[in-house]
């Protein structure tokens, strides 16, 4: 039995469900996301509540069975309070900041780096005053924010993927928040 796919997920007053055979959209106070329910799985709405079944056994099911009640979960979730990933640029000389559509990262290279910024994602990018830097001597927060979890996820995966930190240069790089890098230190040094 799959212990998630068997949790009913409670949908608030606040979020609609439209379900049209198998395509199932959830509007809410942020947007409306959609999605299409896989074949062997069936979702009905019960007394305010999503409950999900599925027809067979099978190892393929069962695990469709629980990414389904996941996915619509994350649906809910992201309609009413939408999703956040927070990341530190650390190092000197680091900075990031939004130009119009697009986010402007300067991590170390000979150039800078544009990263357009998806539809429906929302970036900001603050610098942090020098008092406030601590031991890490963070330079700048971006916090990446929307309604679905997967692009949030894509988009702040895809920043830290410009120059993730490096264990042998004090850590410098993109991380997220509360991300622990080990630093490793020359051989011999005290």
Not at 111 to 123: F, M, R, S, T, Y
Not at 125 to 136: S, T, Y
Not at 164 to 190: C, M
């Amino acid at each position: 039995m799959s212990r998630i796919g068997n949790i009913p997920v409670a949908v608030p007053g606040s979020v609609k469900i439209e379900m049209k055979g198998k395509k199932i959209k959830v509007t809410g106070p942020k947007g409306a996301l959609e999605h299409v329910v896989n074949d062997g799985i069936t979702v009905t709405e019960d007394k305010g509540r999503l409950v999900f079944k599925r027809s067979g056994d099978s190892r393929k099911l069962r695990a469709l069975h629980g990414l389904t009640r996941a996915l619509l979960n994350n649906m809910i979730v992201g309609v009413t309070r939408g999703f956040e990933r927070e990341l530190q640029v650390i190092g000197t000389g680091y900075t990031a900041e939004i130009l119009g559509p697009w986010l402007k990262l300067s991590v170390g290279y000979s150039h800078d780096i544009l990263l357009q910024i998806p539809e429906g994602i929302a970036v900001e990018a603050e610098a942090v005053p020098r008092r406030e830097q601590g031991a890490l001597g963070v330079q700048a927060v971006i916090k990446v924010s929307g309604i679905d979890k997967e692009d949030v996820g894509k988009f702040a995966a895809e920043i830290r993927r410009c120059r993730p930190p490096a264990p042998n240069l004090k850590g410098k790089g993109i991380r997220w928040k509360d991300e622990h890098v080990r630093i490793v230190s020359k051989a011999g040094a005290a």
